[in-house]
């Protein structure tokens, strides 16, 4: 009977290792996500969507427009904060080609365009 | 429009400007109240909007460019039309040259008309601070 719960007992803290490095991995590699919108923000202003440094922008744009009601998204812009300055970002890249890490607040909306523009 | 109708319209798309995000914006929001949404956008040289949305949405809003006190903007702009200083319909007054601008529509690209645009994602009120706040924190220094 000692031999399984050792067995088990040793799996288990490799396990527990391995999960603890890929839980430390998996929080570097993660981000906190906020969107606004013209029509409100994602998720609700009071938390953030949690997503992978490796995952497309617009994956998490796509669920903040299923969320707000949003259908056409044709010609919108993504800007990010960057030192006091507005940066635009692309949506086919992932958030870590984009070099955001740790909390990323996006701005989307349309491309102001008219006359002037 | 229907006064009460032009209400609900603007009451319904100001909800969504709640604390969280107006922090998130970087604005500050100086009025909500029907008919008016004003606004001062976080940069290094402020700028404050004032929408009056009377007859939203049937109409565009008639949207004023000011300093944050509230004084019309008289400094240079940021470069392209978007923010313009003054047109031949308005020599001394700036005005917005962009969809969305009841001036645009109305006055001075009266071919390309608010209809085409009235509705659709984007186009709201909010929708239409962003791409103002967004030109203005792009081009401005």
């Known amino acids: ?117 | 429009m229907h006064e009460a109708l032009a209400k609900a319209n603007f009451d319904k798309e100001v909800a969504a400007l709640t604390p969280q995000y107006a922090e998130q914006a970087r604005w500050t929001v100086n009025e909500n109240t029907f008919p008016i949404l004003d606004i001062t956008a976080d940069h290094t040289q402020p700028v404050r909007l004032r929408l009056t949305c009377d007859n939203w949405n049937e109409l565009a809003p008639a949207i004023e460019i000011l300093n944050p006190d509230g004084t019309i903007w008289t400094k240079a702009f940021p470069p392209g039309n978007v923010f313009n200083p003054g047109g031949h319909v308005t020599p001394n007054r700036p005005f917005i040259c962009m969809r969305g601008s009841r001036a645009y529509h109305n006055e001075y690209h009266r071919n390309d008309v608010w209809d085409t645009y009235k509705g659709k994602d984007g186009m709201g009120l909010l929708g239409i601070l962003q791409q103002l706040v967004g030109h203005w924190r792009k081009n401005m220094p």
């Not at chain 1, 040793?10 to 929080?27: L, S, T």
């Open chain 1, 1 to 117: 009977m000692t031999g399984p719960p050792q067995a088990l007992k040793f799996n288990m803290g490799d396990e527990e290792k391995h999960k603890h490095e890929g839980h430390h991995h998996h929080h570097d590699d993660e981000v906190a996500v906020s969107v606004i919108t013209p029509s409100g923000i994602y998720p609700d202003g009071e938390d953030y969507h949690k997503a992978e440094g490796n995952e497309k922008i617009k994956h998490v744009l796509e669920l903040a427009a299923k969320k707000l009601e949003i259908t056409d998204t044709k010609d919108w812009v993504v800007f990010v904060k960057e030192h006091g300055k507005d940066r635009e970002v692309h949506p086919d890249r992932t958030f870590h080609e984009e070099h955001l890490k740790g909390i990323v607040e996006l701005d989307w909306h349309l491309r102001e365009g008219g006359g002037g523009a």
